[in-house]
């Protein structure tokens, strides 16, 4: 929403990097405990098996990208590194209080590949076993995304 509303002559951001963003929300926000804490990060897109074509959880702050930006990456090269092969939480089933039954998808644990590759334009940037739930948890793979950054 910066480059796109703030810096449009791109003086002052050359580059946009995303790492394993929820573009589209990430279902393990609703599921949380701290559900509300997280409510930036609603999904933005049907993730209810009872409510297909409706978005249950939509949120002022995650519908950026969709009414403003309508899913298209800046006019600045922008990469999108995220993780795959890491069953993450996609589908649920029941109630937004009381999920009884979740479904899987590939993703690095927070946010599903479709979620996070949902910025049309970007360059996609997938690393197999991304795990990053409470933070990434190989340093392998830290280094790895932090050497990318810099050399872009």
């Known amino acids: 929403a910066y480059i796109a509303s703030l810096d449009q002559n791109h003086s002052q951001v050359r580059s946009l990097t ?6 589209k929300g990430m279902l393990r926000a609703i ?24 978005g249950l959880f939509m949120t002022p702050q ?3 990208l969709s009414q403003q930006l309508g899913f298209f990456a800046p006019s600045i090269p922008t990469a999108v590194i995220y993780g ?22 590939s993703g690095d644990g927070t946010v599903i590949e479709a979620s996070a590759t949902a910025l049309y334009g ?15 948890s190989n340093p392998a793979v830290d280094q790895a ?3 990318f950054i810099l050399a872009h």
Do not use: C, E, K
């Not at 405990?33 to 409510?39: A, E, G, T």
């Open 18 to 23: 995303l790492v394993s963003p929820p573009n």
């Open 31 to 54: 599921l949380s405990p701290n559900r509300d804490s997280f409510s930036r990060y609603w999904p933005a897109y049907p993730f209810w098996s009872t409510m297909p074509g409706l």
């Open 62 to 64: 995650n519908t950026i």
């Open 84 to 105: 795959t092969g890491v069953d993450t939480p996609a589908i649920a089933y029941g109630s937004a209080t009381q999920p009884y039954r979740v479904d899987n998808a």
């Open 122 to 136: 970007a360059s996609l940037i997938p690393i197999p076993g991304l795990h990053f739930v409470n933070g990434l």
């Open 145 to 147: 995304i932090l050497q």
